[in-house]
């Protein structure tokens, strides 16, 4: 997608489109108003900024769109796509790993009462069971932020993503 043409969405499909980054009302709404933009970095920093405030309640509204690590995502929704894409270091995953975040999984929801978040992109399922079992001893406030940040960069990622077709053309060169 190109920036031009979110401009041109009306505010419901443009809402649809946020709403994958990440699902909590009042941010969709304010990005989606936020319109014009005048390149894709000012729409993350706007839209980062905006994460940055998130409460323990937006974060709650968010959980309902992402899927524990590690488990088969279904759906064809845009966002089942995107959970499915970030996942997809766990396709070849090691059978101790599987096990041990599965295990980690339902730790973290008896002790937390929410799904374990994590940005997966970018990180083996090595890397994602160690902060697994890591955060396993945060207190539930300080886990409570993590889990945040951890949402915001998703929403980040989701939204560069998305843009990842309006990078600058690169000048012609000279004869």
């Known amino acids: 997608m190109h920036l031009h043409d979110f401009h041109a969405l009306d505010d419901a499909e443009a809402t649809a489109v ?48 992402h899927p524990r690590i590690g488990a088969r995502v279904s759906g064809t929704g845009a966002e089942a796509a995107a959970s499915r894409r970030e996942q ?26 929410r799904v374990f978040l994590i940005r997966a992109a970018g990180r083996t399922p090595g890397e994602m069971r160690a902060e697994l079992e890591r955060r396993l001893a945060n207190d539930p406030d300080a886990e409570t932020i993590e889990a945040t940040r951890q949402l915001a960069e998703i929403a980040l990622l989701r939204l560069r993503t998305a843009f990842a077709d309006d990078a600058p053309d690169e000048p012609e060169a000279a004869e």
């Open 18 to 65: 946020v709403r994958v980054w990440a699902d909590i009302p009042g941010w969709v709404d304010a990005v989606v108003a936020g319109r014009p933009y005048t390149s894709v970095d000012a729409l993350v920093a706007y839209a980062g900024d905006l994460a940055s405030t998130w409460s323990p309640e937006d974060l709650a509204a968010a959980l309902h769109a």
């Open 88 to 113: 997809g270091s766990m396709a070849s995953a090691a059978d101790d790993d599987v096990a041990a975040i599965a295990a980690g999984n339902a730790a973290y929801e008896e002790r937390f009462g």
